[in-house]
């Protein structure tokens, strides 16, 4: 079959193609976000006719993907592990409901945060909904995986997690394809009340899930996913968890490490295998990218018997992505470095683009509080988030997805009047607008500016489910028209735009901004393809 | 035969198209390729890098362990020289000499220079000025390649292979400007290594 070179996000979408899903749904979030992207692209997806869509968040996907699983058809959600919190709620309750057609739940995890608030690992979040995790080591089984966890959700009638990390997801290599599964017909479930989780429902369904356990372990033991070399040397027993594996076998020059080595791509853990390992050998070392996730569950907490050696000991350094020097000092191995960085060598901090709308939004929001104190700007994530870094050091909180909104009214209730939230377009319809209609019902004196560049920026420019909708929104909600302000953040308007920001500031109730200038970066693109219009669609 | 290479740079200065065109002629020449890529917040003009494996058999971390590069190849002089600790003992250093400067602090060029000509391994050219005399100063990352290529293991022609296939959609000009940076850069090294 045809081999490919492709990211660990795009080998998940081919693999979900090529393994007949009818629908992909997302909210964009690094690394997850070519994965959605992918399928976008894939002319292949556009003949089968494969649904693929950006949701206005990730609670969105997720019950969208539910509705298609309920319907019996294939399909995949995909999400940043902090989107994963966005969705807790149905992703927990769709363990009780179970699936219908398979339902693969895509959590990409950011450990060293390079692009996150936290390194949550989603791995927590899989154990504590009880349902199957697929963690693959390189891109050919996150390819491979993507066929089997459908398998896996449809035999079992449970939402499979697969769980990736940024250096998964965004590293290149082969991948050869297998031939293509035709997408299930729909067929709803024989059971029509297992999608109702009323308490008396919901009890025997949990019972149901709890009963799925032993078999869910037997399972990992035998589906030849979780592999065990049998090696010599009793002194360590290694577990190495998805890409972890990777980074031990680079410390072995021939491939061929002295213990024996489990390796763990597929959860709940192979008690089976576990337990070999505990009998045969002195000591476990656990390598996991993440969390202490498989060290805490093998300790427990009085930490008696076989001696663990992880991330808990300080074998390995408790936060931070694993790289194969790490693991060597771990082994106890020669580590390895080259000169030191010289001491002229500065950092180069991400920072707006030449020409960005936000820079214009700010220096105007800058100038209309200079009358007052500082610390009075809660933000939100997006590209936006820049602008607390010098020069601009405009914003004085960045938390979740629409955290400012909230965040701001909660200051003035208590007392800290004027308080401002600045999100962005994709975060407002994201998670901001529930938040603003707290503060309509009391007519909190806040100030909400709502930076309009007509796009997620941050993740590469994907639609704006707020595109053309935000004055409709925010009136629609509630907010007083002479209120709603919209004005255009170019330097040419710098003083008008000054005097709107302080008039808004001033008046004692809610007021919205609206600062409307597209992308930078999607303007470029959109000129060199000749200038299409946007549209709403 | 194995080649662990790190591209670095600044965000939008194109080291992933290095990274595709090395990646797409190592898959021709039926080399085994890992190329770990930078996405995300740091591409708003933060300091990027990209690890880039070949080898004739699996390969096994997307990491390049420090201390194992084989070389560096830069298109910002400041950048080569934040990935040392990865360069192994007489490992190259390959990096453009015009500096991007989109931050206050940026230390005085000649002071980066001097450091980056501490090594006896490398080549320092103007890559900017080189495009820019060719006509096409968009192509500053492909003379920085052709000046790296004598020490990637993979046939040149398979590199000039890969230019038509990556930029063939943007038509024969654009190739040719891209063949022709490739060309000077190798030249370069070739007078000078």
Redesign the interface.
Known sequence: MQKL?L?GDEAIAQGAIDAGISGIYAYPG??S??ITEYVHASKEARKKNIKASWAANEKTAMEQALGMSYAGKRTMVCMKHVGLNVAADPFMNSAVTGANGGLIVVAADDPSM??SQNEQDSRFYGKFAMIPILEPSNQQEAYDMVHYGFELSEKFRLPVMMRITT??A?????VTRVPSREQNEISLPSNLRQFVLLPAIARKQYKDLLKQQNPLATESEMSGNNIYLDNSDHKMGIIACG?AY?????NYED?HVPYPVLKLTQYPLPRKQIEKMASECNEILVLEDGMPVVEEMLKGFLAQGIKIKGRLDGSIPRDGEL???IV?VALGLS????????E??????????RGCSHYDSYTALNEALEAYSKGRVFSDIG?YT?GALAPLEAINSCVDMGASIPMAKGAADAGLVPAIAVIGDSTFTHSGMTGLLDAIIENTPITVVILDNSTTG???GQPSAAYGRIPAICKGLGVAEEHIRILKPLKKYHAENVAIFKEEIEYQGISVIIPTRECIQTLGKRVKAGFKAKSIE | MKNDIILAGVGGQGILSIATIIGSAAVKADLFVKQAEVHGMSQRGGDVQSHLRLSNREIASDLIPFGKADMIIAVEPMESLRYLPMLKPGGWLISNINPFINIPNYPPIETVIAEIEKFDCHIALDADKIATELGSPRSANMVILGAASPFIDIPYSELQDAIRAVFGRKGEEVVNMNLAALEKGREFTELNK
């Open positions: 070179i990211l690094t690394p976000t070519e390079h692009s250096r998964l965004h590293s290149r290599s082969g890409i990777n980074y031990l076998m680079e491939r790289n194969p020097n060597a580590d390895s470095r080259g000169k030191n960085i010289p002229i060598v500065v950092g180069r901090p991400p920072s707006l683009c590209c820049l941050m993740t590469g």
